[in-house]
């Protein structure tokens, strides 16, 4: 087994863009990191950062090619982990530099400076039998280039039609009695191994909690609030929410 990766003083998590043609933000705080004007040593990309990406979609992979090349073009100098979510997925062959993990993989070990154990996941993890392998049958290779095949002979008409319904999905909302549910995520990932840290995107709550010597951590979602969390050490590890809204 490789040693988990540190996370870093500086690392940014950001989660849950869904960009679409309406949705640039995303788009602009990648440019910002290329160009300096944001630095960071790691960027963990929680997943869902689009309304829809998968490498074997060609109108996607075309839709979205600019945020594919300014990703590569940072990986070149900054690590970057990207945890697929349930809109984004089958992302490695797009790409190269970036540390990948499907939702199989998920959840992944990391530590702290400080050695404290921080599991790391999208969020749509310990699902009831019937969703996780419906949800993972969406990702099989052969469906999604079977689609892509009709798909490409209907000018696309189906993936433009995704498009335009995920646009419209309501992505700020409170989900009521959320720490209960942290609660319960953090029992379930204490039956793989004990965390002192979990962090999560998917749920768009951006909340933190301390369950009993534990700690639960929800990135923001970066489409509603265009914030995410910063990584500050001092005796121990903190995330300093950051915002680049006007």
Known sequence: MPEPIVIKEGAIFIADSHENENRKNFLRFLYALKSGEIKTPQLFLMGDMF???????????????????????????????????????????????VKTYPIGAQPVKFVSKCQKCVFIAHGDIFLPFVAKYALRFLRVKIFLKTMNFFDKFLNFRL????????????????????????EAKVYRYNGLCKADIVIEGHYHQGEQYTIGKQKYINIPSFACEQSYFVVEYDQNI????????V
């Open 159 to 182: 993936s433009k039609r995704i498009l335009n319904k995920l646009k419209r999905k309501i992505l700020d909302y409170k989900i009521p009695n959320f720490k209960e549910l942290a």
């Open 51 to 97: 309304d829809f990406l998968a490498s074997e979609c060609e109108f996607f992979v075309k839709f979205y090619e600019p945020y594919i090349d300014v990703i590569n073009e940072i990986s070149k100098k900054t690590e970057i982990y990207y945890f697929e979510g349930n809109h984004d997925f089958n992302l490695a062959p797009l790409f190269k530099n």
């Open 238 to 245: 903190k995330f300093a929410r950051k915002s680049v809204k």
